[in-house]
Protein backbone atom coordinates (compact mmCIF):
# COMPACT_ATOMS: atom_id res chain seq x y z
CA UNK A 1 0.00 0.00 0.00
CA UNK A 2 1.40 3.15 -0.95
CA UNK A 3 1.38 5.60 2.41
CA UNK A 4 3.36 8.52 0.52
CA UNK A 5 3.25 9.45 -3.29
CA UNK A 6 5.66 12.35 -4.95
CA UNK A 7 4.40 13.20 -8.25
CA UNK A 8 6.77 15.45 -10.77
CA UNK A 9 7.21 17.73 -8.38
CA UNK A 10 9.00 21.02 -8.95
CA UNK A 11 10.52 23.29 -6.88
CA UNK A 12 11.97 27.25 -8.60
CA UNK A 13 13.33 29.60 -6.79
CA UNK A 14 12.62 32.53 -9.53
CA UNK A 15 15.24 31.21 -12.59
CA UNK A 16 16.73 28.79 -10.24
CA UNK A 17 15.26 25.02 -10.40
CA UNK A 18 15.91 23.30 -6.31
CA UNK A 19 13.56 20.34 -7.69
CA UNK A 20 13.62 18.94 -11.46
CA UNK A 21 10.41 16.35 -11.45
CA UNK A 22 10.72 14.15 -8.93
CA UNK A 23 8.56 10.86 -8.81
CA UNK A 24 8.68 8.81 -5.58
CA UNK A 25 6.33 6.42 -4.27
CA UNK A 26 6.48 4.96 -0.78
CA UNK A 27 5.20 2.12 0.77
CA UNK A 28 3.40 1.75 4.23
CA UNK A 29 6.34 1.04 6.90
CA UNK A 30 9.52 2.01 4.39
CA UNK A 31 12.32 3.91 5.92
CA UNK A 32 13.61 6.01 3.45
CA UNK A 33 16.77 8.02 3.44
CA UNK A 34 16.98 10.84 1.42
CA UNK A 35 20.46 11.29 1.25
CA UNK A 36 22.72 14.00 -1.37
CA UNK A 37 25.77 16.92 -0.69
CA UNK A 38 24.22 19.80 0.51
CA UNK A 39 22.13 21.91 -1.80
CA UNK A 40 20.74 18.77 -3.45
CA UNK A 41 17.06 19.76 -2.83
CA UNK A 42 16.97 16.35 -0.07
CA UNK A 43 16.14 19.04 2.69
CA UNK A 44 13.08 21.46 0.49
CA UNK A 45 11.68 18.08 -0.80
CA UNK A 46 11.38 17.05 2.67
CA UNK A 47 9.90 20.74 3.65
CA UNK A 48 7.50 20.24 0.44
CA UNK A 49 6.72 17.03 2.19
CA UNK A 50 5.38 18.50 5.29
CA UNK A 51 4.02 21.20 3.82
CA UNK A 52 6.82 23.93 5.10
CA UNK A 53 7.39 24.88 1.53
CA UNK A 54 5.01 25.12 -1.25
CA UNK A 55 5.80 23.21 -4.65
CA UNK A 56 6.01 25.12 -7.87
CA UNK A 57 4.25 22.12 -9.64
CA UNK A 58 3.70 18.19 -9.03
CA UNK A 59 1.49 17.10 -6.46
CA UNK A 60 1.77 15.14 -2.97
CA UNK A 61 -0.33 12.33 -1.77
CA UNK A 62 -0.41 10.91 1.82
CA UNK A 63 -2.30 7.91 2.52
CA UNK A 64 -4.32 7.95 -0.73
CA UNK A 65 -5.21 11.88 0.36
CA UNK A 66 -3.55 14.48 -2.08
CA UNK A 67 -2.51 16.96 0.68
CA UNK A 68 -1.15 19.52 -2.09
CA UNK A 69 -2.89 22.43 -1.03
CA UNK A 70 -2.94 21.05 3.01
CA UNK A 71 -1.71 23.23 6.12
CA UNK A 72 1.17 20.90 7.56
CA UNK A 73 -0.97 20.59 10.46
CA UNK A 74 -3.84 18.35 8.58
CA UNK A 75 -1.26 16.35 6.51
CA UNK A 76 -0.76 13.56 9.29
CA UNK A 77 2.62 13.75 9.70
CA UNK A 78 5.02 14.96 12.42
CA UNK A 79 8.76 16.31 11.64
CA UNK A 80 12.27 16.26 13.96
CA UNK A 81 14.50 19.15 13.47
CA UNK A 82 18.20 19.29 13.51
CA UNK A 83 17.87 22.26 15.66
CA UNK A 84 15.56 20.10 17.88
CA UNK A 85 13.00 23.22 17.59
CA UNK A 86 11.85 22.62 21.42
CA UNK A 87 9.60 25.52 22.72
CA UNK A 88 12.56 26.66 25.49
CA UNK A 89 9.92 28.48 27.72
CA UNK A 90 7.99 24.58 28.78
CA UNK A 91 8.78 22.03 30.32
CA UNK A 92 9.53 18.81 28.70
CA UNK A 93 6.06 17.08 29.30
CA UNK A 94 4.35 20.48 27.77
CA UNK A 95 6.58 20.49 24.68
CA UNK A 96 5.25 16.69 24.05
CA UNK A 97 1.56 17.49 25.30
CA UNK A 98 1.45 20.81 23.25
CA UNK A 99 0.32 19.86 20.03
CA UNK A 100 -2.43 17.70 20.86
CA UNK A 101 -3.94 20.31 23.01
CA UNK A 102 -3.87 22.01 20.28
CA UNK A 103 -6.24 18.97 18.82
CA UNK A 104 -8.40 19.31 21.53
CA UNK A 105 -7.88 16.26 22.75
CA UNK A 106 -8.65 15.84 26.13
CA UNK A 107 -5.93 15.55 29.20
CA UNK A 108 -7.03 12.09 30.19
CA UNK A 109 -6.21 10.39 26.84
CA UNK A 110 -2.86 13.05 26.50
CA UNK A 111 -0.73 12.23 30.11
CA UNK A 112 -0.92 8.92 29.75
CA UNK A 113 -0.02 8.80 25.91
CA UNK A 114 2.92 11.29 27.04
CA UNK A 115 4.15 9.05 29.74
CA UNK A 116 3.85 5.94 27.52
CA UNK A 117 6.25 7.82 24.75
CA UNK A 118 8.19 9.13 27.76
CA UNK A 119 9.35 5.72 29.11
CA UNK A 120 10.31 4.10 26.09
CA UNK A 121 12.35 7.04 25.12
CA UNK A 122 13.77 6.82 28.13
CA UNK A 123 12.87 10.78 29.00
CA UNK A 124 9.89 9.83 31.67
CA UNK A 125 12.62 11.06 34.68
CA UNK A 126 12.92 14.53 32.57
CA UNK A 127 9.24 15.41 31.94
CA UNK A 128 9.25 17.99 34.62
CA UNK A 129 12.83 19.70 33.41
CA UNK A 130 13.37 22.43 30.85
CA UNK A 131 14.75 22.12 27.36
CA UNK A 132 17.95 24.53 28.55
CA UNK A 133 18.94 21.60 31.83
CA UNK A 134 19.00 19.14 28.91
CA UNK A 135 22.25 17.73 26.83
CA UNK A 136 21.65 17.63 23.47
CA UNK A 137 20.96 13.73 22.98
CA UNK A 138 18.28 14.09 25.50
CA UNK A 139 16.58 17.31 23.54
CA UNK A 140 16.63 15.25 20.31
CA UNK A 141 14.75 12.18 22.51
CA UNK A 142 12.12 15.21 22.99
CA UNK A 143 12.13 16.02 19.93
CA UNK A 144 11.45 12.72 18.88
CA UNK A 145 9.14 11.90 21.88
CA UNK A 146 7.19 15.10 20.60
CA UNK A 147 7.06 13.63 17.46
CA UNK A 148 5.80 10.07 18.79
CA UNK A 149 2.91 11.04 20.66
CA UNK A 150 1.20 12.88 17.96
CA UNK A 151 0.99 9.15 16.13
CA UNK A 152 1.21 10.21 12.49
CA UNK A 153 1.00 8.86 8.98
CA UNK A 154 4.54 9.76 8.12
CA UNK A 155 7.62 10.81 10.37
CA UNK A 156 9.98 13.07 8.80
CA UNK A 157 13.26 13.49 10.19
CA UNK A 158 15.40 16.97 8.94
CA UNK A 159 19.30 15.99 9.92
CA UNK A 160 18.49 14.79 13.36
CA UNK A 161 21.52 13.08 14.55
CA UNK A 162 23.97 16.60 12.91
CA UNK A 163 24.14 18.13 15.55
CA UNK A 164 25.51 15.45 18.21
CA UNK A 165 29.14 14.06 18.85
CA UNK A 166 30.08 10.89 16.92
CA UNK A 167 29.39 8.06 19.58
CA UNK A 168 26.13 9.56 20.33
CA UNK A 169 24.85 9.80 16.98
CA UNK A 170 25.91 6.26 16.44
CA UNK A 171 23.41 5.20 19.56
CA UNK A 172 20.84 7.01 18.48
CA UNK A 173 20.91 6.21 15.22
CA UNK A 174 20.51 2.70 16.57
CA UNK A 175 17.71 3.96 18.66
CA UNK A 176 15.91 5.43 15.35
CA UNK A 177 16.43 2.06 13.75
CA UNK A 178 14.63 0.13 16.70
CA UNK A 179 11.87 2.72 17.09
CA UNK A 180 11.27 2.41 13.07
CA UNK A 181 11.46 -1.25 13.78
CA UNK A 182 8.80 -1.75 16.76
CA UNK A 183 6.33 1.06 15.27
CA UNK A 184 6.61 0.17 11.57
CA UNK A 185 5.72 4.12 11.04
CA UNK A 186 6.13 4.81 7.18
CA UNK A 187 9.26 7.37 7.68
CA UNK A 188 11.44 10.00 5.33
CA UNK A 189 14.91 10.91 6.56
CA UNK A 190 17.20 13.11 5.37
CA UNK A 191 20.92 12.95 5.93
CA UNK A 192 24.16 13.99 4.43
CA UNK A 193 26.09 10.87 6.29
CA UNK A 194 25.82 7.98 4.39
CA UNK A 195 26.56 5.80 7.38
CA UNK A 196 23.16 6.87 8.85
CA UNK A 197 21.96 6.34 5.04
CA UNK A 198 23.32 2.77 4.65
CA UNK A 199 22.44 1.79 8.35
CA UNK A 200 18.52 3.12 8.72
CA UNK A 201 17.05 2.99 5.13
CA UNK A 202 14.92 0.54 3.90
CA UNK A 203 15.52 2.58 0.68
CA UNK A 204 17.36 5.41 -0.17
CA UNK A 205 17.14 7.91 -2.64
CA UNK A 206 20.38 9.45 -3.82
CA UNK A 207 20.18 13.10 -4.71
CA UNK A 208 22.44 15.96 -6.52
CA UNK A 209 21.39 18.81 -8.08
CA UNK A 210 17.79 18.46 -7.89
CA UNK A 211 17.59 15.23 -9.24
CA UNK A 212 16.86 11.82 -7.69
CA UNK A 213 20.10 9.88 -9.38
CA UNK A 214 19.15 6.55 -7.74
CA UNK A 215 16.56 4.48 -5.74
CA UNK A 216 17.20 1.25 -4.22
CA UNK A 217 18.48 -0.82 -0.93
CA UNK A 218 21.21 0.30 0.28
CA UNK A 219 23.41 -2.72 -0.77
CA UNK A 220 22.25 -2.08 -4.31
CA UNK A 221 22.99 1.05 -4.26
CA UNK A 222 26.48 0.64 -2.76
CA UNK A 223 26.85 -2.45 -4.94
CA UNK A 224 25.51 -1.33 -8.55
CA UNK A 225 25.90 2.13 -8.20
CA UNK A 226 23.73 3.62 -11.66
CA UNK A 227 26.25 6.64 -12.12
CA UNK A 228 29.52 7.71 -11.97
CA UNK A 229 28.41 10.52 -8.91
CA UNK A 230 26.54 7.65 -6.90
CA UNK A 231 29.04 5.63 -6.73
CA UNK A 232 31.66 8.41 -6.12
CA UNK A 233 29.57 9.71 -3.09
CA UNK A 234 29.00 6.61 -1.28
CA UNK A 235 31.72 4.47 0.46
CA UNK A 236 34.89 5.84 2.15
CA UNK A 237 37.31 5.56 1.40
CA UNK A 238 35.80 6.30 -2.01
CA UNK A 239 35.79 4.27 -4.96
CA UNK A 240 38.77 3.20 -7.09
CA UNK A 241 38.43 4.59 -10.86
CA UNK A 242 40.31 3.31 -14.06
CA UNK A 243 40.01 5.16 -16.90
CA UNK A 244 40.06 2.78 -20.18
CA UNK A 245 38.62 1.15 -22.91
CA UNK A 246 36.45 -1.49 -24.09
CA UNK A 247 38.38 -4.48 -26.30
CA UNK A 248 35.87 -7.09 -28.45
CA UNK A 249 37.72 -9.97 -28.83
CA UNK A 250 36.24 -12.90 -30.26
CA UNK A 251 33.11 -12.78 -28.14
CA UNK A 252 34.66 -11.96 -25.04
CA UNK A 253 35.00 -8.31 -23.84
CA UNK A 254 37.60 -6.86 -21.93
CA UNK A 255 38.33 -3.35 -20.35
CA UNK A 256 42.27 -2.14 -21.06
CA UNK A 257 42.79 0.43 -18.32
CA UNK A 258 46.30 0.72 -19.39
CA UNK A 259 47.99 -1.14 -17.06
CA UNK A 260 46.51 -4.19 -17.28
CA UNK A 261 43.69 -5.30 -19.04
CA UNK A 262 40.38 -6.34 -16.70
CA UNK A 263 38.64 -9.58 -18.23
CA UNK A 264 34.97 -8.70 -18.08
CA UNK A 265 33.16 -11.94 -18.83
CA UNK A 266 31.29 -12.17 -15.47
CA UNK A 267 29.91 -8.95 -16.04
CA UNK A 268 26.46 -8.02 -16.61
CA UNK A 269 26.14 -5.28 -19.02
CA UNK A 270 22.93 -3.06 -19.13
CA UNK A 271 23.42 -1.74 -22.42
CA UNK A 272 25.71 -3.65 -24.96
CA UNK A 273 29.30 -2.82 -25.17
CA UNK A 274 30.99 -1.45 -28.12
CA UNK A 275 34.68 -2.22 -29.43
CA UNK A 276 36.96 1.02 -28.19
CA UNK A 277 34.24 2.50 -26.04
CA UNK A 278 35.53 5.02 -23.34
CA UNK A 279 35.09 3.78 -19.95
CA UNK A 280 35.37 4.26 -16.39
CA UNK A 281 36.14 0.88 -14.53
CA UNK A 282 34.94 1.19 -10.62
CA UNK A 283 36.11 -1.28 -8.18
CA UNK A 284 35.37 -0.63 -4.26
CA UNK A 285 38.61 -0.64 -1.81
CA UNK A 286 37.55 -3.64 0.06
CA UNK A 287 37.47 -5.19 -3.25
CA UNK A 288 41.42 -5.22 -3.92
CA UNK A 289 42.53 -7.60 -1.18
CA UNK A 290 46.24 -9.46 -1.14
CA UNK A 291 46.50 -11.82 -2.98
CA UNK A 292 45.13 -15.53 -1.68
CA UNK A 293 46.46 -17.54 -5.01
CA UNK A 294 43.34 -18.38 -6.26
CA UNK A 295 41.67 -15.27 -7.63
CA UNK A 296 40.82 -15.46 -11.32
CA UNK A 297 42.38 -11.84 -11.98
CA UNK A 298 45.53 -10.71 -9.49
CA UNK A 299 48.10 -7.99 -10.20
CA UNK A 300 51.67 -7.14 -8.54
CA UNK A 301 51.57 -3.28 -7.08
CA UNK A 302 53.89 -1.13 -5.50
CA UNK A 303 52.60 0.14 -2.00
CA UNK A 304 53.58 3.78 -2.27
CA UNK A 305 51.44 4.76 1.20
CA UNK A 306 49.55 3.42 3.77
CA UNK A 307 47.10 4.50 6.32
CA UNK A 308 46.48 2.30 9.23
CA UNK A 309 42.64 3.19 10.84
CA UNK A 310 42.72 0.67 13.34
CA UNK A 311 40.48 -2.60 11.68
CA UNK A 312 41.81 -1.86 8.42
CA UNK A 313 45.12 -1.19 6.61
CA UNK A 314 44.12 1.57 3.66
CA UNK A 315 46.98 0.71 1.17
CA UNK A 316 47.34 2.84 -1.96
CA UNK A 317 48.57 1.09 -4.64
CA UNK A 318 50.81 2.58 -7.72
CA UNK A 319 49.08 1.07 -10.95
CA UNK A 320 50.50 2.50 -14.29
CA UNK A 321 49.94 6.46 -13.86
CA UNK A 322 47.31 6.18 -11.23
CA UNK A 323 46.60 5.23 -8.09
CA UNK A 324 44.15 2.98 -6.14
CA UNK A 325 43.52 1.80 -2.68
CA UNK A 326 42.79 -1.21 -1.66
CA UNK A 327 41.45 -2.12 1.90
CA UNK A 328 43.67 -4.79 4.10
CA UNK A 329 43.09 -6.68 6.76
CA UNK A 330 44.87 -5.05 9.47
CA UNK A 331 47.38 -8.35 10.29
CA UNK A 332 48.58 -7.78 6.19
CA UNK A 333 50.79 -4.92 6.58
CA UNK A 334 53.24 -4.57 3.53
CA UNK A 335 56.12 -3.11 3.73
CA UNK A 336 56.58 0.40 1.12
CA UNK A 337 57.86 0.14 -2.23
CA UNK A 338 57.71 -3.88 -2.36
CA UNK A 339 55.34 -5.16 -4.69
CA UNK A 340 52.90 -7.40 -3.69
CA UNK A 341 50.26 -9.01 -5.66
CA UNK A 342 46.63 -8.59 -4.86
CA UNK A 343 43.66 -9.95 -5.87
CA UNK A 344 40.62 -8.25 -7.49
CA UNK A 345 37.45 -8.98 -6.98
CA UNK A 346 35.47 -8.73 -9.99
CA UNK A 347 31.90 -9.74 -9.04
CA UNK A 348 32.06 -6.10 -7.68
CA UNK A 349 33.10 -4.57 -10.45
CA UNK A 350 30.99 -0.91 -11.93
CA UNK A 351 31.90 -0.03 -15.65
CA UNK A 352 30.17 3.16 -16.54
CA UNK A 353 30.74 5.08 -19.66
CA UNK A 354 33.16 7.64 -19.56
CA UNK A 355 31.19 10.13 -21.50
CA UNK A 356 27.60 9.50 -20.17
CA UNK A 357 28.88 8.51 -16.97
CA UNK A 358 25.83 6.08 -16.93
CA UNK A 359 26.49 2.32 -15.84
CA UNK A 360 26.73 0.30 -18.27
CA UNK B 1 59.51 50.50 33.84
CA UNK B 2 59.43 48.29 30.15
CA UNK B 3 57.92 45.37 31.84
CA UNK B 4 55.56 47.16 34.33
CA UNK B 5 53.81 49.07 31.59
CA UNK B 6 54.24 45.14 29.19
CA UNK B 7 52.41 43.96 32.48
CA UNK B 8 50.01 46.45 33.20
CA UNK B 9 49.32 48.25 29.79
CA UNK B 10 45.59 48.10 29.79
CA UNK B 11 45.59 49.12 33.31
CA UNK B 12 47.47 52.25 32.42
CA UNK B 13 45.53 52.42 28.84
CA UNK B 14 42.10 52.56 31.17
CA UNK B 15 43.57 55.22 33.92
CA UNK B 16 42.80 58.46 32.01
CA UNK B 17 39.35 57.96 32.00
CA UNK B 18 38.73 56.00 35.23
CA UNK B 19 39.87 59.00 36.97
CA UNK B 20 37.63 61.52 34.56
CA UNK B 21 34.74 59.36 35.99
CA UNK B 22 36.02 58.98 39.49
CA UNK B 23 36.25 63.14 39.16
CA UNK B 24 33.35 63.87 37.58
CA UNK B 25 30.78 61.07 38.19
CA UNK B 26 31.35 59.55 41.66
CA UNK B 27 33.25 62.75 42.51
CA UNK B 28 30.19 65.00 41.43
CA UNK B 29 27.45 62.65 42.99
CA UNK B 30 29.56 62.74 46.81
CA UNK B 31 29.43 66.83 46.45
CA UNK B 32 25.58 66.76 45.50
CA UNK B 33 25.10 64.23 47.93
CA UNK B 34 27.14 66.56 50.83
CA UNK B 35 25.17 69.63 49.59
CA UNK B 36 22.19 68.33 50.06
CA UNK B 37 22.66 68.24 53.62
CA UNK B 38 23.37 72.07 53.81
CA UNK B 39 21.01 74.88 53.37
CA UNK B 40 22.54 76.08 50.45
CA UNK B 41 20.92 78.97 48.05
CA UNK B 42 22.24 79.91 45.03
CA UNK B 43 25.65 79.10 46.04
CA UNK B 44 27.03 75.80 47.57
CA UNK B 45 27.87 76.92 51.39
CA UNK B 46 29.13 73.62 53.68
CA UNK B 47 29.01 76.13 57.28
CA UNK B 48 25.11 75.84 56.59
CA UNK B 49 24.96 72.42 57.64
CA UNK B 50 21.49 71.46 58.17
CA UNK B 51 21.48 67.06 58.08
CA UNK B 52 18.52 65.73 56.61
CA UNK B 53 16.34 68.79 57.10
CA UNK B 54 16.24 69.21 53.02
CA UNK B 55 14.60 65.57 52.67
CA UNK B 56 11.97 66.18 55.17
CA UNK B 57 10.80 69.78 53.08
CA UNK B 58 11.65 67.58 49.83
CA UNK B 59 8.97 65.51 50.69
CA UNK B 60 6.63 68.26 52.54
CA UNK B 61 6.70 69.86 49.21
CA UNK B 62 3.89 69.53 47.07
CA UNK B 63 4.86 70.32 43.90
CA UNK B 64 7.59 67.35 44.24
CA UNK B 65 4.71 65.23 45.04
CA UNK B 66 3.04 66.63 41.70
CA UNK B 67 6.33 65.65 40.19
CA UNK B 68 7.34 62.30 41.68
CA UNK B 69 3.75 60.85 41.39
CA UNK B 70 3.58 62.09 37.56
CA UNK B 71 7.31 60.37 37.10
CA UNK B 72 5.18 56.98 37.78
CA UNK B 73 2.13 57.99 36.15
CA UNK B 74 4.10 58.99 32.97
CA UNK B 75 6.67 56.19 33.76
CA UNK B 76 4.36 53.78 34.04
CA UNK B 77 2.01 54.60 31.01
CA UNK B 78 4.77 55.07 28.42
CA UNK B 79 6.08 51.37 29.27
CA UNK B 80 3.19 49.72 28.72
CA UNK B 81 2.28 51.93 25.49
CA UNK B 82 5.58 51.87 24.13
CA UNK B 83 6.53 48.38 24.56
CA UNK B 84 2.92 46.84 23.44
CA UNK B 85 3.06 48.45 20.45
CA UNK B 86 6.75 48.42 19.76
CA UNK B 87 6.23 45.01 20.20
CA UNK B 88 3.00 45.08 17.90
CA UNK B 89 5.29 47.11 15.61
CA UNK B 90 8.37 44.51 15.67
CA UNK B 91 6.21 41.63 14.62
CA UNK B 92 4.16 43.23 11.76
CA UNK B 93 7.54 44.38 10.31
CA UNK B 94 8.66 40.88 11.08
CA UNK B 95 6.01 39.19 8.90
CA UNK B 96 8.43 39.25 5.65
CA UNK B 97 6.71 41.98 4.70
CA UNK B 98 7.79 43.96 1.12
CA UNK B 99 9.73 47.04 1.30
CA UNK B 100 10.75 45.94 5.13
CA UNK B 101 13.58 48.54 5.38
CA UNK B 102 11.39 51.55 4.40
CA UNK B 103 9.22 51.33 7.02
CA UNK B 104 12.03 50.47 9.43
CA UNK B 105 13.16 53.51 8.62
CA UNK B 106 9.91 55.36 9.53
CA UNK B 107 9.44 53.65 12.86
CA UNK B 108 13.54 54.39 13.31
CA UNK B 109 13.37 57.67 12.53
CA UNK B 110 11.65 60.17 15.28
CA UNK B 111 14.90 58.48 17.19
CA UNK B 112 17.40 60.73 15.68
CA UNK B 113 15.48 63.77 16.91
CA UNK B 114 16.44 65.11 19.43
CA UNK B 115 13.66 65.40 22.88
CA UNK B 116 13.77 69.03 22.50
CA UNK B 117 12.93 68.66 18.62
CA UNK B 118 10.48 66.11 19.66
CA UNK B 119 8.56 68.37 22.08
CA UNK B 120 8.24 71.30 20.24
CA UNK B 121 6.69 69.20 16.88
CA UNK B 122 3.74 67.72 19.23
CA UNK B 123 3.87 71.33 20.91
CA UNK B 124 2.95 72.28 17.33
CA UNK B 125 0.58 69.21 16.64
CA UNK B 126 -1.68 69.35 19.86
CA UNK B 127 -1.71 72.98 19.99
CA UNK B 128 -5.54 73.60 19.49
CA UNK B 129 -5.00 76.78 17.35
CA UNK B 130 -2.31 75.44 14.96
CA UNK B 131 -2.05 71.36 14.79
CA UNK B 132 -4.62 68.50 14.37
CA UNK B 133 -7.49 70.17 16.46
CA UNK B 134 -7.44 72.74 13.69
CA UNK B 135 -6.74 70.78 10.71
CA UNK B 136 -9.91 68.13 12.02
CA UNK B 137 -11.97 71.28 11.95
CA UNK B 138 -11.01 72.32 8.95
CA UNK B 139 -11.78 68.59 7.18
CA UNK B 140 -15.52 69.43 8.78
CA UNK B 141 -15.23 67.79 12.31
CA UNK B 142 -16.36 70.58 14.32
CA UNK B 143 -17.02 69.21 17.30
CA UNK B 144 -13.11 67.50 17.39
CA UNK B 145 -11.63 68.54 20.71
CA UNK B 146 -7.42 67.77 21.71
CA UNK B 147 -6.90 69.71 24.38
CA UNK B 148 -4.33 67.87 26.11
CA UNK B 149 -2.35 70.65 26.54
CA UNK B 150 -4.36 72.67 28.35
CA UNK B 151 -5.85 70.39 30.47
CA UNK B 152 -4.06 69.62 33.64
CA UNK B 153 -5.62 66.54 33.75
CA UNK B 154 -5.00 64.70 30.17
CA UNK B 155 -1.36 66.57 29.83
CA UNK B 156 0.25 63.52 30.70
CA UNK B 157 -0.83 61.86 27.72
CA UNK B 158 0.81 64.64 25.54
CA UNK B 159 4.14 63.82 27.08
CA UNK B 160 3.38 59.84 26.58
CA UNK B 161 2.69 60.08 22.86
CA UNK B 162 5.42 62.47 22.12
CA UNK B 163 8.14 59.85 23.95
CA UNK B 164 6.45 57.30 22.55
CA UNK B 165 6.72 58.69 19.29
CA UNK B 166 10.44 58.94 20.04
CA UNK B 167 10.93 55.86 21.86
CA UNK B 168 9.16 53.28 19.56
CA UNK B 169 11.74 53.25 16.79
CA UNK B 170 14.83 51.74 19.19
CA UNK B 171 11.85 49.43 20.97
CA UNK B 172 10.91 47.98 17.85
CA UNK B 173 14.53 47.62 16.80
CA UNK B 174 15.36 45.59 19.67
CA UNK B 175 11.97 43.37 19.57
CA UNK B 176 13.04 43.16 15.59
CA UNK B 177 16.72 41.77 17.01
CA UNK B 178 15.16 39.22 19.20
CA UNK B 179 12.19 37.83 16.94
CA UNK B 180 15.20 37.39 13.74
CA UNK B 181 16.86 35.60 16.70
CA UNK B 182 14.55 32.97 16.98
CA UNK B 183 15.37 29.46 15.33
CA UNK B 184 13.54 29.09 12.19
CA UNK B 185 13.04 25.69 13.11
CA UNK B 186 10.51 26.46 16.36
CA UNK B 187 8.01 28.07 13.60
CA UNK B 188 8.00 25.24 11.90
CA UNK B 189 7.84 22.94 14.28
CA UNK B 190 4.75 24.77 15.89
CA UNK B 191 3.18 24.45 12.27
CA UNK B 192 3.59 21.00 12.00
CA UNK B 193 2.11 20.94 15.58
CA UNK B 194 -1.41 22.69 14.48
CA UNK B 195 -0.23 25.98 16.63
CA UNK B 196 -2.06 28.95 15.66
CA UNK B 197 0.52 32.18 15.12
CA UNK B 198 -0.77 33.92 17.96
CA UNK B 199 -0.94 31.67 20.15
CA UNK B 200 3.42 30.77 19.21
CA UNK B 201 3.65 34.36 19.58
CA UNK B 202 1.79 34.53 23.47
CA UNK B 203 3.25 30.65 24.60
CA UNK B 204 6.52 30.36 23.09
CA UNK B 205 7.87 33.44 21.58
CA UNK B 206 7.42 36.18 23.74
CA UNK B 207 8.32 34.18 26.44
CA UNK B 208 11.80 33.47 24.38
CA UNK B 209 12.28 37.54 24.13
CA UNK B 210 12.64 38.17 28.07
CA UNK B 211 16.15 38.93 27.94
CA UNK B 212 15.01 41.54 25.55
CA UNK B 213 12.08 42.69 27.83
CA UNK B 214 14.46 43.13 30.74
CA UNK B 215 16.76 45.44 28.71
CA UNK B 216 14.22 47.42 27.16
CA UNK B 217 12.32 47.83 30.13
CA UNK B 218 15.68 49.34 31.80
CA UNK B 219 16.42 51.24 29.29
CA UNK B 220 12.71 52.93 28.72
CA UNK B 221 13.02 53.91 32.40
CA UNK B 222 16.36 55.48 32.68
CA UNK B 223 14.79 57.80 30.20
CA UNK B 224 11.84 57.97 32.30
CA UNK B 225 13.67 59.38 35.51
CA UNK B 226 16.16 61.43 33.13
CA UNK B 227 13.32 62.87 31.28
CA UNK B 228 13.81 66.47 31.09
CA UNK B 229 14.17 68.29 27.85
CA UNK B 230 11.03 66.55 26.44
CA UNK B 231 8.79 68.30 29.25
CA UNK B 232 10.64 71.66 29.40
CA UNK B 233 10.26 71.75 25.20
CA UNK B 234 6.59 70.35 25.06
CA UNK B 235 4.80 71.62 28.23
CA UNK B 236 7.46 73.79 30.03
CA UNK B 237 5.73 71.78 33.67
CA UNK B 238 2.66 73.20 32.90
CA UNK B 239 -0.40 73.92 32.63
CA UNK B 240 0.97 75.12 36.17
CA UNK B 241 2.76 72.20 37.83
CA UNK B 242 0.84 69.67 36.43
CA UNK B 243 2.84 68.05 34.25
CA UNK B 244 6.36 68.62 36.32
CA UNK B 245 8.71 66.01 36.49
CA UNK B 246 11.40 65.23 39.08
CA UNK B 247 14.32 66.59 36.85
CA UNK B 248 12.14 69.84 35.90
CA UNK B 249 11.36 70.31 38.93
CA UNK B 250 15.52 70.01 40.56
CA UNK B 251 16.34 71.94 37.62
CA UNK B 252 13.76 74.96 38.79
CA UNK B 253 14.99 74.93 42.23
CA UNK B 254 18.62 74.71 41.59
CA UNK B 255 18.67 77.48 38.80
CA UNK B 256 15.18 79.96 39.18
CA UNK B 257 14.93 79.52 42.56
CA UNK B 258 17.81 79.89 44.71
CA UNK B 259 17.62 76.53 46.16
CA UNK B 260 20.49 74.75 45.60
CA UNK B 261 20.23 71.96 48.48
CA UNK B 262 16.44 71.04 47.88
CA UNK B 263 17.44 70.75 44.53
CA UNK B 264 20.69 68.72 45.86
CA UNK B 265 18.43 66.47 47.86
CA UNK B 266 15.70 65.77 45.05
CA UNK B 267 18.53 64.76 42.37
CA UNK B 268 19.69 61.96 45.41
CA UNK B 269 16.40 60.79 45.45
CA UNK B 270 16.36 60.25 41.40
CA UNK B 271 19.48 58.82 41.91
CA UNK B 272 18.24 56.60 44.49
CA UNK B 273 15.12 55.54 41.97
CA UNK B 274 17.28 54.96 39.59
CA UNK B 275 19.69 52.78 41.44
CA UNK B 276 16.53 50.68 42.61
CA UNK B 277 15.84 50.20 38.81
CA UNK B 278 19.73 48.98 38.08
CA UNK B 279 20.42 47.24 40.80
CA UNK B 280 18.24 44.20 40.21
CA UNK B 281 19.10 44.56 36.41
CA UNK B 282 22.69 43.95 37.03
CA UNK B 283 22.07 41.64 39.61
CA UNK B 284 20.34 39.10 37.19
CA UNK B 285 22.03 39.82 34.31
CA UNK B 286 25.56 38.96 36.19
CA UNK B 287 23.94 35.98 37.69
CA UNK B 288 22.55 34.87 34.31
CA UNK B 289 26.38 35.36 32.61
CA UNK B 290 27.80 33.46 35.73
Known amino acids: MIDLRISNCNKNYGSLRVLKDINLEIERGEFIVLLGPSGCGKSTLLHIVAGLDRLSAGAIEIGGRDVTDVEPKDRDIAMVFQSYALYPTMSVRSNMEFGLRMRGKPMSEIRPLVEEKARMLHIDHLLDRRPSQLSGGQRQRVAIGRALVRDPKVFLFDEPLSNLDAKLRASMRTEIKKLHQSLGTTAIYVTHDQLEAMTLATRMVVMKAGEIQQVGKPEEVYHRPVNLFVADFLGNPGMNFMKGHLRLEGGRVSADVGAATIPLDGYAFDTAPTDGQAVVVGLRPESVQPSTGGEPFALTLKPTLIEHTGSDNLVVLAMGGEEIVGKFPSDMLPTLGEPVTVGFDLSRLSVFDAQTERRI | MRRFLQRHVSQVALSPSLALIAIFLYGFIA ?212 SDLPSVFMFDMAFRRTNLGLSAASAVVMLGTVLAILIPYLYIETRERA
Open chain 2, 31 to 242: YTAAVSTTNSKAFPRFDTFVGLEQYWRLFHTPRWHVAFTNMFLFGGLFLLVTISLGLLIAILIDQRIRAESFFRSIVMYPMAMSFVVTGIIWQWLLNPTLGIEVMMHQLGFESFRLDWLTNPDTVIWALVVAAFWQGCGLVMALFLAGLRGIDEDIWKAAAVDGIPAWRVYVFIVIPMLAPVFLTVVVLLSLSIVRAFDLVVALTNGGPGVS
